[in-house]
């Protein structure tokens, strides 16, 4: 420092900051400030370095003072949104943000990044307004078009969503979040065959995965099929989620004396059931910070003898991780409703009516294991209010409902309940999803039910509200669920069970669209699995006009669902248990 001016101490910090040298670059920037304490530059990149090391809250503050100082600097601004944006922060973010983009408006980052927060933000119209403008200034970043494919996916708008990843992935093959993200819009598009969907996992293995094979080293995990085992979930969603309530009774109810339980967390917000979670596993850990690589090498210095993946393609997955086949044994259950195509997981968790022996096995790269009673172990949110008496026998009129995901939603099951609604004069249908916060959403919906003669009146269009209360309490004024298809819901059926209200399902062709089947069947009551369109309306209209079975359903589905197999998280644990001993003795036996 004695030897140089400040701005070359700042350029030389620069050097190794960009070399990913961040203690050198820090200790530089440290001296600057000792010898220049409001030297804006050291001040805001020494907030960069806090930022990248996951310290958001000092990356805050330093970066906060920064602005202060230089306020008319457009990086200053969009860098300090991404700190906030981390401490989730979303309106401040947004604010930041948009002052970047003031203060240079030919910049397509702060677009994109304005975009993730409004969409996190359920502001769908806005994030695409947002990253069609990123794109408008820069066409051949992938991330911008992948960003738009999945605002438009939560929308419904497959097709486009699907254009929008595909090109992504021109613009980088290599681009790993492309490829799940697509994968992620096929599975909702009703277009998309089992096989189809296949062939898609497949390309993602053969040009990631394989490549990864030959650097695979042996395991060392000791072959005693009788000793007590290490198991690793991994997963992002020990959150508020909805694979949350399937997942917390499992790791309650592992038998400790023989199962070890180990969570690798792939996620960066905690929450409430994060800490639930937490207290479950023997280790808990983030792998946020560590790349695919690098979480493998933790797998294996853990001694995890079978890996689960509980996320597959969706948001924050790591099927690259599950890739490098750090334990011996690997699964795939829970949050991909498919095949994972990667010849390094060797089972799939399910049971006889969500995959019927000889239906599916080929849509599969996995071994089956069909868990004896059902592949789902349900735990009802303690917030669910009391179960009320159904709608119709206050207001005189049928409520039809579904709570699923928009994106499920498609022209078919737009045309069914169309029917239905004809079917059943005077009834109305409740739509409630995320997207419909949205006015230009809420109008296409309109219009597609227009379009097969459902007046606007007979449309009730809620957005998700976020209190799991309120949430459940908005079943008080639905009769009826109705499930969507071919992509059929999990949490929803759970949840509308639990507050009294019977699902009706079709019954499909792949796993994911006969988890209603398996849902339904589990807790006695095939009499609302239909098999073909026709059968569909058919049910739902006559247990429309049925007033004394709606009343029974609504009367006794919840102590049904309690004293089913659904919510035997005991049971179902041990069944589960027995599955990876099995799993395991295969493997001891291997070698």
């Not at 090391?53 to 970066?63: F, K």
């Not at 089992?194 to 072959?223: D, G, K, V």
């Not at 792998?287 to 509980?310: H, N, Y």
């Amino acid at each position: 420092m004695t030897q140089m001016t400040i701005e070359q101490a700042v350029q030389l910090a620069l050097h190794h900051h960009r070399a990913g040298d961040l203690a050198t670059a820090q200790s530089i920037y440290e001296q600057i400030l000792a010898a220049d304490p409001n030297n804006v530059d050291a001040i805001h990149l020494l907030g960069l370095i806090a930022h990248q090391r996951g310290d958001n809250e000092r990356a805050v503050a330093l970066m906060g003072r920064s602005v202060e100082l230089a306020p008319t600097v457009a990086h200053f601004h969009a860098n300090y949104g991404e700190a906030l944006r981390a401490m989730a922060r979303g309106d401040e973010a947004i604010a930041a943000y948009r002052r970047a983009i003031e203060l240079n408006p030919t910049a397509a980052s702060p677009w994109n990044n304005l975009g993730i927060v409004l969409a996190q933000q359920g502001r769908h119209d806005e994030a695409i307004e947002a990253w069609r403008r990123a794109i408008a200034l820069q066409s051949d970043d992938c991330r911008f078009h992948d960003n738009l494919g999945t605002a438009l996916q939560e929308q419904g708008k497959l097709d486009e969503a699907i254009a929008c990843h595909e090109r992504a992935i021109q613009l980088n093959p290599d681009f790993v979040s492309a490829y799940s993200n697509l994968i992620g819009t096929l599975k909702y598009n009703p277009a998309t065959t089992p096989q189809s969907l296949l062939q898609q996992h497949l390309r993602f293995a053969a040009h990631f995965a394989e490549p990864l094979r030959r650097h695979i080293p042996p395991h060392t995990n000791s072959r005693d099929p009788n000793r007590p085992l290490r198991i690793g979930y991994v997963s992002p969603d020990f959150r508020r989620h909805s694979v949350a309530y399937f997942l917390e009774p499992i790791l309650r109810y592992h038998d400790r004396r023989r199962f070890e339980i180990y969570c690798y967390w792939s996620f960066s917000l905690a929450d409430e059931f994060t800490e639930r979670f937490r207290a479950c596993a023997s280790v808990f850990r983030s792998i946020v910070p560590l790349d695919d690589e690098q979480a493998a090498q933790l797998v294996r210095a853990d001694g995890i003898d079978i890996l689960v993946d509980l996320a597959g393609h969706t948001a924050c997955g790591r099927p690259l991780l599950f890739a490098r086949k750090p334990a011996p044994v690997q699964v795939s259950y829970l949050g991909h409703p498919c095949t994972m195509g990667l010849w390094a997981i060797e089972y799939r968790i399910t049971d006889a009516r969500a995959d019927p022996p000889g239906m599916t096995e080929a849509y599969h790269t996995e071994t089956l294991v069909r868990l004896p009673r059902t592949f789902l172990c349900y735990q009802p949110s303690a917030e669910a209010p009391s179960v009320s008496p159904p709608p119709c026998d206050s207001c005189g009129q049928i409520t039809f409902g579904s709570f699923n995901n928009l994106a499920k939603v498609n022209p078919s099951v737009i045309a069914t309940w169309s029917r239905l609604l004809a079917a059943v004069p005077g009834s109305r249908l409740l739509i409630k999803s995320r997207p419909l916060n949205s006015p230009r959403t809420v109008a296409r919906i309109t219009e597609a039910f227009a379009a097969h003669g459902v007046d606007a009146s007979r449309l009730v269009l809620l957005p998700q509200k976020l209190e799991v209360a309120d949430h459940l309490a908005t079943y008080s004024q639905v009769d009826v669920a109705l499930d969507t298809f071919p992509y059929n819901g999990t949490t929803t059926t759970c949840e509308a069970m639990w507050m009294g209200v019977p699902v009706v399902v079709l019954a499909g062709d792949a796993h994911i669209s006969r988890v209603g089947v398996s849902l339904l069947t589990t807790v006695g009551l095939e009499e609302l699995i239909a098999n073909d369109l026709e059968q569909y309306v058919n049910l739902a209209a006559r247990l429309a006009g049925d007033r004394q079975r709606l009343r029974e359903l609504r009367a006794g589905l919840r102590q049904r669902l309690a004293a089913s197999p659904l919510l035997d998280a005991a049971g179902f644990t041990s069944e589960l248990e027995s599955a990876y001993r099995d799993m395991w003795r295969r493997w001891c036996e291997s070698g």
